[in-house]
């Protein structure tokens, strides 16, 4: 396992990202209006009340194979001796049965209701076409002869009457984000529509003079020290993944007053903003400040690399002329930072706004060993970008800077090494998939 030196600790004034999820979370109280969808287009959404069946899934008995069913106690001496059957019924799914006849058999394909009568079902690769015996009477057998090939017991190839849903009982409960499966489920239960919570609705701004939107100038035409703004272009499909809402606001400028106007503004149309940049600590960062002014910060800086800038605060509606609170998520202006931290901290906080009773932040680590070395400890709790390998072990992204977004495009995952740790070549780590934040 990585190693941790003696030495090292997280900096002074910083917080650990366990409290500062723990904080983010706390006392998050989810928006409280609801609304009524089709259930084809709720995935995503977040149920506002549980789903109770009104009915038994499957509502009959059915065959779970195309074949022939049978009443076990008559069939098996004949059965075991090679003796035709006579075929007395023939039952589709989708059609309704009638009772079968004593010793007969019935022609049944997947999903047909079993006839009264019938306990097992045997499919039709055991069974093959049988002529009649001499003395047989054709009237018993208007659809032919079978001879079985294995000797049926009750229960075989049946599908029960709700062994899959009771009435009564809740499939989904209140809280969840609804996946592909659950709307299959909810369909096989007759719900055409779900009560869900409203979305999320969230304002995304950038800040920085630095900031050029991708078409705005062509890359030769680039002004001096200006770059291309990244961080939006992964962060609002991030936030549409969540069910969000999303404004995106013109980019705030490195002045205070237009960072005041621009959050005072959102706050009151959103319940969520979401910024970039500008909650460090330099002369220009004026997010954290104006936060402070309209309303309050409840974290800043996490003892996390890269992600440190990290900022959760509010915004006051009151003296703007609106009611309640706007939450504001400050993520760092460097785009690895940027993306970890949505990953880590906001993407949880989102979810638990939006209703989601479970919203784990950190998917299960697994644990995979290192064909790298990071022999200098740091004393923040790190996420290194990494990918699986042929090997079914890790390589490491040989330029961790947090400006180099092309890691995050190579990386299948991050590798959380503690702070003060050290990892060796074969050491086994904890690797985090991206793959299980994506849903």
């Known amino acids: 396992m990585a190693t941790t030196s003696p030495t090292a600790s997280a900096?002074?004034?910083?917080?650990?990202?366990?409290?500062?999820?723990?904080?983010?979370?706390?006392?998050?109280?989810?928006?409280?209006?609801v609304e009524r969808v089709p259930t084809q287009s709720a995935a995503g959404r977040v149920l506002a009340e549980p789903v109770v069946s009104a009915l038994d899934v499957p509502g009959f008995d059915n065959s779970q194979m195309d074949g022939y069913a049978v009443r076990c106690a008559e069939v098996q001496d004949a059965v075991a001796a090679g003796r035709p059957l006579p075929v007395a019924l023939r039952i589709q799914a989708g059609h309704g049965s009638a009772a079968l006849p004593p010793g007969a058999v019935a022609r049944i394909f997947t999903g047909a209701p079993l006839p009264d009568g019938a306990d097992a079902v045997v499919m039709q690769e055991d069974a093959a076409p049988a002529e009649a015996p001499p003395d047989a009477d054709a009237a018993l057998a208007p659809h032919g002869w079978?001879?079985?090939?294995?000797?049926?017991?009750?229960?075989?190839?049946?599908?029960?009457r709700g062994e899959d849903v009771h009435v009564g009982a809740v499939v989904l409960p209140?809280?969840?984000?609804?996946?592909?499966?659950?709307?299959g489920l909810v369909a096989s239960i007759g719900v055409a529509e779900l009560t869900v919570r409203r979305r999320l609705r969230v304002a995304l701004?950038?800040?920085?003079?630095?900031?050029?939107?991708p078409g705005e100038r062509p890359p030769e035409g680039l002004p001096p020290g200006a770059i291309f703004e990244s961080n939006r272009y992964f962060l609002e499909p991030l936030l549409q993944r969540l069910g969000c809402d999303v404004t995106v606001l013109s980019r705030i400028p490195d002045d205070r007053e237009a960072t005041r106007s621009a959050l005072?503004?959102?706050?009151?149309?959103?319940?969520?903003?979401?910024?970039?940049?500008?909650v460090s600590v330099g002369e220009e960062d004026h997010v954290k400040p104006v936060v402070q002014a309209l309303g309050g910060l409840d974290l800043w800086q996490i003892a996390m690399k890269p992600g440190k800038p990290f900022a959760q605060g509010w915004i006051d509606r009151a003296p703007l002329g609106g009611q309640g609170r706007c939450h504001v998520l400050g993520l760092p202006g460097n785009p690895v930072s940027s993306f970890v931290t949505f990953l880590l901290l906001a993407r949880a906080f989102?979810?638990?706004?939006s209703g989601v009773d479970v919203a784990p932040a950190l998917p299960l680590a697994l644990p995979l060993v290192a064909h790298f070395d990071v022999p200098h400890p740091?004393?923040?709790?790190?996420?290194?970008?990494?990918?699986?390998?042929?090997?079914g072990g890790l390589d490491l992204f040989p330029n961790?800077?947090?400006?180099?977004?092309t890691s995050m495009v190579w990386a299948d995952g991050l590798v959380d090494k503690p702070a003060g740790a050290v990892i060796r070549r074969g050491d086994v780590v904890a690797y985090l998939p991206l793959a299980e934040w994506w849903d």
Not at 14 to 32: F, K
Not at 205 to 213: C, M, Q, S, Y
Not at 350 to 353: E, I, N, V
Not at 400 to 405: A, C, G, Y
Request: aromatic residues 2%.
């Open 205 to 213: 701004a950038a800040t920085g003079d630095e900031l050029i939107r």
């Open 174 to 183: 209140a809280g969840r984000r609804l996946r592909p499966a659950d709307l």
């Open 146 to 160: 079978v001879r079985l090939t294995v000797v049926p017991v009750p229960g075989q190839w049946v599908r029960r």
């Open 264 to 278: 005072a503004s959102a706050a009151l149309a959103h319940d969520v903003i979401v910024t970039t940049g500008g």
């Open 400 to 405: 961790q800077n947090s400006s180099v977004l």
């Open 11 to 33: 900096r002074p004034g910083l917080m650990a990202l366990e409290e500062a999820l723990q904080r983010l979370l706390a006392d998050v109280t989810p928006v409280a209006e």
């Open 378 to 391: 740091d004393k923040r709790r790190e996420f290194l970008r990494v990918r699986r390998n042929a090997q």
């Open 350 to 353: 989102l979810l638990r706004l």
